[in-house]
């Protein structure tokens, strides 16, 4: 841009010429009009229409100036647009790529170790609590930050427990959210007084994709009983190779709180990110379970 086309885009430059312009012009058409010297009446008429040519050729110089400038605006946002796009589509196959690098590492690992242990229940609780914690916790605030109405959410995460030789499950972590803490939560229940629950039916089934109730209609005829006011209910079956279940991830919503009105959406949150968080712990546990294989043969 030269020298002259930027003190003339000046905003006091432009200003000050689209505003005195038409008032020399418009003085000197009254001065005209009131003389009487035809010879300096001719050349202030001249002088005057020189100034009014000028004043036009400016007001078109400068309207094409922020016509351009707009475009270049508008172009300049397409192309964050497209950038932003961009970013979002190759965040996604990024996410996806590392998902399966994950779920592939923890299948590795449950290979290796049923080559030295038929199955492994878990003994370091405390270990994968505390990567469970972390991990509802996180899930918790994205879906908070992500959903389409309300701010009532919980994630929690249940596994197989043997106790006392008895076969049952125990909420191994949840995010501390809400002020219904369910008596699972870091406890056990058995196989027999899990009966007829939800997540127990679920254990069983061994489903190999999400299970999504919409509403509080779907949740009301399925669940067995209701001690909060759900109103949406995910869950993602945390499963090694061969589909063997080791695990539920469940996000709750309550009190009328919504993450997504459409079915699918919820779908596309699940295969995008809350698969992920699923795959995140069966890894954990299969990290657990290593750390006993090495504790047996080492200590």
């Not at 590492?105 to 290979?111: H, R, T």
């Not at 009532?152 to 995460?157: G, H, K, L, P, R």
């Not at 803490?181 to 997540?199: L, N, V």
Request: aromatic share 12%; charged share 25%.
């Amino acid at each position: 841009m030269s020298r002259v086309k930027k003190f003339l885009l000046k905003t006091t430059v432009k200003s000050i010429i689209l505003a005195i312009l038409p008032i020399i012009y418009t003085i000197l058409v009254s001065i005209i009009i009131s003389m009487y010297n035809v010879v300096n009446g001719f050349i202030l008429i001249f002088i005057a229409i020189c100034l009014f040519i000028t004043h036009i050729i400016f007001l078109i110089y400068y309207g094409k100036n922020e016509n351009t400038n707009i475009e270049e605006k508008a172009n300049e946002r397409v192309q964050a647009y497209k950038s932003e796009h961009k970013i979002d589509i190759e965040g996604k196959k990024f996410f996806i790529s590392t998902n399966k690098t994950i779920q592939d590492n923890a299948n590795s690992l449950y290979s290796s170790i049923s080559k030295i242990k038929s199955h492994s229940y878990i003994t370091e609780w405390e270990w994968l609590q505390a990567r469970g914690d972390e991990l509802c916790k996180n899930l918790y605030e994205f879906v908070n930050n992500i959903a389409e109405k309300g701010d009532a959410f919980s994630v929690n995460i249940i596994f197989r427990k043997i106790e006392n030789d008895v076969s049952g499950f125990t909420m191994m972590s949840r995010s501390a959210t809400d002020q219904y803490t369910p008596s699972i939560y870091r406890g056990f229940i058995s196989d027999e007084d899990a009966k007829g629950y939800y997540y127990e039916k679920i254990f069983d089934k061994s489903p190999t994709k999400p299970e999504i109730l919409m509403d509080k209609k779907q949740i009301k005829r399925i669940f067995k009983s209701i001690e909060a006011d759900y109103s949406q209910y995910i869950a993602l079956p945390i499963s090694c190779t061969g589909n063997k279940m080791v695990g539920l991830l469940q996000i709750v919503a309550y009190r009328d709180s919504r993450i997504a009105s459409k079915k699918v959406l919820i779908e596309k949150l699940c295969n995008d990110y809350f698969t992920f968080c699923a795959n995140i712990i069966l890894l954990s546990n299969k990290c657990e379970n290593t750390i006993q294989i090495l504790k047996e043969n080492y200590e």
